[in-house]
């Protein structure tokens, strides 16, 4: 019995391992099926919580998600995993997040010295200009002062279970690439908050 479950334990860090970190032939084929499978069942609940029609195990189901996306993407991600959490279970207060990613970002350095001081945005962004930053703040504000920068949202909402379109992003778990609607987020009912980063400027 011990060496079975031994076995199974083996044979289920092996799937983990070939889903996310290898790129042979197998592995690619077995990515894509899964990538698929997962973004299919995705686009259903997508569609029944457009028209109010989730159940409470698809309700269970994208609460379970959304904490296993939180804890997931906490190392590489650590802005969004916060803010993510934040807007499911913070309440509406106001955060605040880390600025040692952003004030180092070269994407972000070389949109502040383009732009120069002042107001701006909304500013939209490829999430392969920087992935870090479009998962957590996608369109983002940026405050450039003298000496001072800060980067913010002032009402971080996401697109609504009734909108019409359908916002899609793209969120990397190693070689695996999921599509999360943000109306699947929104299906939870969060409370929309401000967001900012402060740092001096250099």
């Known amino acids: ?43 259903g609940l997508e569609n029944r919580a457009s028209s109010n029609r989730l159940s409470l195990v698809d309700r269970a189901v994208l609460h379970t998600s959304a ?5 997931v993407s906490k190392y590489h991600y650590p802005e969004a995993s916060k803010l ?16 040692e990613y952003f004030s180092k970002s070269v994407y972000l350095r070389s949109v502040i010295d383009s732009l120069g001081e002042g107001e701006h945005g909304p500013i939209g962004l490829r999430q392969s200009d920087d992935w870090r930053l479009s998962l957590a703040l996608n369109p983002y504000y940026l405050n450039v002062g003298e000496d001072k920068v800060r980067l913010y949202h ?14 899609v992003t793209n969120v990397p778990l190693g070689r695996l690439m999921f599509k999360v609607p943000d109306r699947l987020v929104s299906a939870l009912k969060p409370t929309p908050f401000y967001v900012f980063s402060e740092w001096k400027r250099l």
């Not at 009402?155 to 916002?167: A, H, L, N, Q, T």
């Open 84 to 99: 993510l959490f934040h807007y499911l279970y913070g309440g509406g207060d106001e955060l605040e997040l880390s600025a």
């Open 67 to 71: 904490f296993s996306g939180i804890i």
């Open 154 to 167: 002032p009402r971080i909402e996401f697109e609504p279970v009734d909108g019409k379109g359908s916002v």
């Open 1 to 43: 019995m011990r060496r079975g479950l031994l076995f199974l334990f083996f044979l289920l860090c092996l799937g983990v391992v070939s889903l996310v970190f290898l790129d042979d032939p197998y592995s690619r084929k077995f990515r894509a099926i899964t990538e698929g499978a997962v973004n299919l069942y995705a686009a």
